[in-house]
Every structure is written in structure tokens, then in C-alpha cells.
């Protein structure tokens, strides 16, 4: 490189670190503070209105549980991710799946845990160490239709044309249900209150099971 060459590289550099650096800085803050804003009109979701609210989400107590909700933004290690959290007295484990959405369908699929019920075994997969209580816990009616409820995903998937995933576990005393690809739909008030209680109602069932 010669000298006229080293002198533009230089000036670049120096112009990158002078107006480049600080609007990106500029520019996060500012979607940091759009996020916030989201989350602030979901303040009333929790108990007495009173929460923790972040650019990530936000946290407090629904119906006296410990509650947390939660987006991901999209990026190269995975895509954007909503997760709604409730704490679980539960001392055993499980997960569920869309089968469909992971290309798991039908009983077919090796090891697979099944709970004896077509249409679950056909929709979901399964996995739980404790096998016998977990098939209880599903097949009772009330679960059922909550398990396929909230674990069916919405029409319409995330703008970038993916198919919604949702997922539902129960691990280290917490419920947690997530979604990824998730339409702006999933994120409104009155969608994340009724999930929100569905996942109350299946916790107390999980706790006296």
C-alpha cells in the first residue's frame, strides 16, 4: 500500500471510530428503548401491575407465582424466541413438541414416548423420565385440551415466512412454554394473559398430580 493509500485507510478508520461506533451505540439504545416501551403495555399482565420491565421483557408475579416473559431477538446461533415462564413446585420433569413442526410424525419415531391417546401420540413428541406419571397427567381431559391449546401454533408464523414452533417443559421447578418464529400476534395482552393462565391452571394440576 502506498503512502496516498495508507493515508484514505487511516482516514476511514479514523471516521468509522469518530461517527460510526457511536451511532450504532445511538441506534441500540434507541431499539433498547422501543423494546422497553413494548413491554411497559404489558405491565398490567402481573400482579397488582407491578413488574421488572427490561429491552428483554419483563418479570413479577402472576396469580403469586414467580412469572417471566421473554424475547430473543433472532441472530445466527438461533431464531427469535418467545418464552412465558411460571415457577412449578413439581419435583419431576417432561417435554413436548409440535411433532409436526420438528418432522417427527407418527408413533413410528424410535423411542419415542407415547401416551395411548391417536391423536396426541400423532401431533406431539414426548419425553419424561417418569413415563407412567407423566401419561396420567396427560391423558386427564382438562390437560389434554390445554396441552393441545397451547402447544398449537397460530396460522400465520413470523414475517419472514417460517413456521411457528412451540415447545412446553416442565425442569428444575419451572413451567415454561416457548415459541419460536412467533407471529406479533403471540405478544399481544390478551394472548399472553390467557396463556399465562393456562400455564397457572396446568402448573396446580402438575403440583397435585
Not at 31 to 43: C, D, I, Y
Not at 138 to 144: Q, R, T, V
Request: hydrophobic share 35%; net charge positive; glycine share 10%.
Amino acid at each position: 500500500m502506498n503512502q496516498t493509500g495508507g493515508i484514505i485507510f487511516t482516514t476511514i478508520i479514523g471516521l468509522w471510530l469518530v461517527i460510526g461506533i457511536p451511532w450504532l451505540i445511538v441506534k441500540s439504545r434507541k431499539a433498547g428503548k422501543a423494546q422497553r416501551a413494548k413491554f411497559e403495555k404489558l405491565r398490567g399482565l402481573m400482579d397488582g401491575g407491578e413488574a421488572k420491565v427490561g429491552a428483554w421483557g419483563l418479570e413479577g408475579r402472576f396469580r403469586g407465582r414467580q412469572a417471566r416473559v421473554e424475547v430473543r431477538p433472532g441472530s445466527r446461533r438461533g431464531p427469535p424466541r418467545l418464552s412465558v415462564r411460571l415457577d412449578c413446585s413439581a419435583r419431576w420433569g417432561f417435554y413436548i413438541v409440535d411433532a409436526h413442526r420438528v418432522g417427527l410424525r407418527g408413533p413410528e419415531v424410535p423411542d419415542r414416548l407415547q401416551v395411548g391417546d391417536a391423536d396426541l401420540d400423532q401431533r406431539f413428541l414426548f419425553g419424561s423420565k417418569d413415563a407412567e406419571r407423566f401419561k396420567k397427567w396427560a391423558l386427564a381431559p382438562e390437560n389434554k385440551k390445554e396441552i393441545a391449546n397451547c402447544l398449537t401454533p397460530s396460522a400465520s408464523g413470523d414475517t419472514t415466512g417460517w413456521s411457528e414452533r412451540r415447545f412446553l417443559e416442565l425442569s428444575h421447578r419451572r413451567l415454561e412454554w416457548r415459541a419460536t418464529h412467533y407471529p406479533d400476534e403471540d405478544l399481544a395482552p390478551e394472548a399472553l394473559r390467557g396463556l399465562s393462565e393456562t400455564l397457572d391452571q396446568l402448573a396446580r394440576s402438575l403440583e397435585s398430580s
